[in-house]
């Protein structure tokens, strides 16, 4: 008999218990599975990031505005190829007031230019640069307000307080994961000239692109010298360390779910290690057989570590089969519909699936060392005394 046939067979030897040590695996799977596609969406943006696309934001903060004139000045930089500006807006939809979006003002003239990924039928992205109140929204933000292009929809302003109305002129869907289905663009000018005389003609960051990603570094440095002599000094980085900044205000959130992952994979271990332990002490005898017969300590162990490993990643196979109903299909596509600002592209990872399985094959044998070296270096006759 083989030592693989051998592992076989124990893991067949109890088929009940085996198998609710595997579903209560496979749970365990479905949720680290579920916390690290939280953990991967959450960071898509970042990870996706334009690589040539620089943003440019006042030095101290990101809610301090600066001059609009700073765009033409970015403009001139070399290594510039184009440059918009943009205001957060925070609006929201007073008929679901806890539904979160965001409602972005924008230089319309150039805001297609850097941002080319924001794809809308020609017609709508004329409708849209001729319509001073005129508005594109994700496909996604559509979908959950129930617009389409031509209505009309009011929204209540936070930092600009009052109820705004724009028309819908058409529906963004993005080629590329650098942008998110569930935003609101309009045009810059419509807010510029609603609001009143002091806070006018100002912005919230310039976004530009660069002819070489390569020199982003150095035509950062560039913006932020010429500005550092200015009123409103500047920060200039690339998208990728923006949107890392955005993900800094919930970087405890992150840590807190690192914790809850790695907790799970505890649980993972202690529930293979019990099963395993019950396991060799209820064939002690058999092992002092095995012994008896001129089997040696390593052949006792690896059919425990065999036995360990399989139900290990069978368990993972069996939880990411689980997964990707639940998590992707499920939780995912309810998570894009009613929260996309946040989780735009909620998929799950296939490095994580992948993860996932090896984990669970790598713990079934760290779970099964000490059975095993218990059973390994059990003596014959003690082993052969043992009853039941």
């Avoid at 990872?349 to 993860?355: G, K, L």
């Amino acid at each position: 008999m083989s030592l693989a046939l051998l592992a076989r067979r124990n893991i067949r030897r109890n088929t009940v218990r085996t198998a609710l040590t595997m579903v209560a695996l496979a749970i365990a799977v479905v949720a680290f599975v579920a916390i690290r596609t939280v953990l991967t969406a959450w960071s898509v943006a970042a990870d996706f990031a334009a690589k040539d696309r620089l943003a440019t934001r006042h030095k101290m903060s990101f809610v301090i505005s600066m001059p609009k004139h700073y765009a033409d000045t970015v403009r001139e930089v070399p290594g510039i190829q184009a440059a918009t500006w943009m205001n957060w807006f925070g609006a929201r939809d007073p008929r679901r007031p806890d539904s979160f979006f965001a409602t972005i003002a924008v230089d319309t003239r150039t805001f297609l230019d850097v941002y080319d990924e924001v794809m809308l039928p020609e017609d709508q992205k004329t409708a849209w640069l001729e319509t001073r109140n005129g508005a594109i929204v994700g496909e996604v933000l559509a979908k959950e307000l129930g617009v389409q292009p031509g209505d009309r929809v009011t929204l209540q302003g936070t930092i600009f307080p009052g109820s705004w109305e724009f028309a819908v002129s058409g529906i963004y869907v993005p080629t590329r994961q650098t942008i998110d289905r569930m935003s609101l663009f309009f045009h810059w000018d419509y807010l510029n000239d609603s609001i009143e005389e002091a806070r006018r003609d100002q912005i919230g960051w310039i976004v530009s692109r660069v002819d070489d990603p390569t020199a982003g570094t150095r035509i950062s440095q560039e913006v932020d010298r010429i500005f550092d002599e200015r009123e409103v000094p500047t920060l200039t980085q690339s998208e990728r360390d923006l949107n890392l900044s955005f993900m800094g205000m919930v970087s405890g959130i992150l840590k807190a779910l690192d914790i809850v992952s790695i907790v799970i994979m505890l649980i993972m271990l202690m529930i293979l290690g019990n099963t395993i332990a019950m396991g060799v002490r209820e064939r002690t005898r058999e092992n002092g057989v095995l012994r008896a017969l001129g089997f040696s300590p390593g052949q006792i162990v690896v059919p425990i570590m065999g036995e360990a490993a399989a139900v290990g990643i069978l368990s993972g196979l069996i939880g990411l089969v689980l997964a990707y109903p639940i998590v992707e299909l499920g939780m995912g596509r309810w998570l894009e519909e009613n929260m996309g600002a946040y989780f735009p592209y909620f998929r799950i990872d296939p490095v994580t699936a992948v993860t996932a399985v090896l984990l669970c094959g790598l713990l079934g044998v760290l779970a099964s060392i000490p059975p095993a070296w218990g059973a390994a270096r059990m003596k014959v006759t003690d082993a052969l005394r043992q009853v039941g």
